[in-house]
């Protein structure tokens, strides 16, 4: 028997009670309840009309329900939707591994699926650590990883373990293996006097210091390129991952680039690797890979580290990971997809266009009294407020003002996460003008409101 639809009612109260959310105090959830989506647009159960001002946590490439994408993961769904990867594959999976290896920088020649970033970011943190033990100079003292203040490259206990936001992970500090740590390369903590092309090499020279005490013991470096998002979007100078390139080749350590939130066009190209025209050891890649509609994640990495596990059955070279989803065929038809649909919407090639429109908007707003480091990397733009514009001094925990402005958006039909003391959006790429002009309206309306 089928069960009654719920009321309104009952599905907030079971949401409150029973849906225990991500990254949520529970006791304070109010339930926002989505019902379905079209284009940028999310309808709630009320029957608002929200923009996705945070394309559902850097998901969403191309919109909601586009025919495209829906059609691609119907017709998987009448062919095979689960086959499994352990030692056996599918056919949309194999072409899924092909295309990313076009797609993604040269040098990457396979494909390790998950379903999720952080399982991707383990498996790069697993392959780099077996790889020094198996290589052909075998190095097994290298065992450590470099990550950067205020990381993040998820919540699994070794993603964690690379992070470095104490909110999310210190209580869980004794269950986190150790991690050679080095500051943050966001542009906001440069000593005055260091500015543009100095940038990138003032913090170079900061990794590089570390490397020089370390590298021995050092299996890999993990960084998440030019934009540290849940840092509250810190921003990197143009160069520093380049650099990064050289300092882990010159150092002998394997660099692992998490573009879970950065992959598929988020940055204004392709990949931020694209940008910083690089090719890493390890690329970890999740959200955007499925355009937002499956669960899928992908550790992409070169022959030099894939020759290194293979051998026969009883040399134990193989990588002892998997998971049970891995390579799923209905998200790897959508992130068939969704890759389609870069190529027929013209996705990259629309960009300049909106990253300058949402520019123009971001540089109006940055003339606010209480915003500062109003900054844009690509399709993200983010901002600071603060109480005293002169003296940078910072409006209280109590005034939540991040809260109030993300309510002020809501009321004004735009969805943004709210952060403490700041703001941020990262629109589908699929937005329109006029749309970009509705969320940085609501944006400006949220500011005006949490800061008078
Ligand atoms: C850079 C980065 N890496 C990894 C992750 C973890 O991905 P997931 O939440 O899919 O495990 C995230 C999620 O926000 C992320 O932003």
């Known amino acids: 028997m089928m069960s009654p639809t719920p009321s309104q ?90 295309r990313l290896i076009d797609v993604t920088p040269g040098g990457l020649e396979h494909v390790f699926f998950s379903s999720d970033g952080s399982s991707a970011n383990e498996v790069a943190l697993k392959a780099a650590f077996q790889y020094w033990r198996q290589c052909d100079t075998p190095q097994p003292q290298k065992t450590k990883y470099l990550a950067f203040g205020q990381a993040y490259h998820g919540d699994t206990l070794g993603a964690a373990s690379v992070g470095g936001i104490g909110k999310f992970h210190d209580i869980f500090q004794p269950l986190l293996f150790e991690v050679i740590r080095t500051a943050s390369p966001d542009v906001r903590r440069l000593p005055p006097g260091v500015t543009g092309e100095a940038a990138a090499q003032y913090f170079l020279d900061e990794v590089e210091t570390v490397l020089q005490a370390n590298a021995d013991e050092l299996a890999a470096i993990v960084i998440e390129p030019l934009v540290q998002g849940a840092a509250g979007m810190a921003m990197q100078p143009l160069g520093f991952v380049r650099g990064l390139r050289q300092l882990a080749t010159q150092y002998n350590v394997l660099l692992i680039v998490d573009e879970v939130a950065t992959g598929f066009g988020r940055t204004g190209s392709m990949f931020a690797c694209d940008s910083e025209q690089i090719s890493p050891d390890f690329l970890t890649l999740g959200k955007g890979l499925t355009g937002g509609y499956l669960p899928m994640a992908a550790t992409l990495t070169s022959n030099k580290i894939w020759r290194t596990f293979l051998g026969d059955a009883a040399s134990g070279r193989a990588l002892y990971h998997g998971h049970t989803y891995s390579g799923n065929p209905l ?13 027929a919407e013209q996705t990259l090639e629309q960009l300049p266009a909106k990253i300058e429109h949402l520019g123009d ?92």
């Not at 105090?25 to 009320?46: C, F, H, N, S, T």
């Not at 939540?400 to 002020?408: C, F, H, N, S």
């Not at 699929?430 to 500011?447: K, N, P, V």
């Open 331 to 343: 998200s790897a038809a959508a992130a068939m997809a969704c890759l389609d649909l870069f190529e």
């Open 361 to 452: 908007r971001l540089s109006t707003l940055a003339e606010h009294p209480h915003v500062i480091n109003a900054r844009q990397r690509g399709m993200v733009v983010a901002l600071d407020l603060v109480a005293d514009k002169q003296t940078g001094q910072a409006f209280g925990p109590e005034q939540r003002v991040g809260q109030r402005l993300a309510a002020e958006a809501l009321n004004r039909g735009v969805w943004l996460r709210a952060r403490p003391d700041m703001a941020y959006t990262l629109p589908p790429l699929a937005i329109s003008h006029d749309e970009i002009d509705l969320l940085m309206d609501a944006m400006a309306a949220g500011i005006d409101a949490a800061t008078s």
């Open 9 to 98: 009612d009952q599905l907030e109260t079971w949401d409150r009670t029973h849906y225990w959310h991500a990254f949520t105090q529970m006791e304070e959830y109010e339930p926002l309840i989505i019902e379905r989506a079209e284009g940028v647009w999310l309808y709630d159960i009320k029957g608002r009309r929200l923009l996705d001002g945070a394309s559902s946590m850097w998901c969403n490439v191309h919109g909601h329900n586009h025919p495209v994408m829906n059609k691609a993961i119907e017709k998987q769904l009448h062919r095979v939707c689960h086959a499994t990867s352990l030692g056996m594959s599918c056919d949309v999976t194999i072409e899924l591994s092909k």
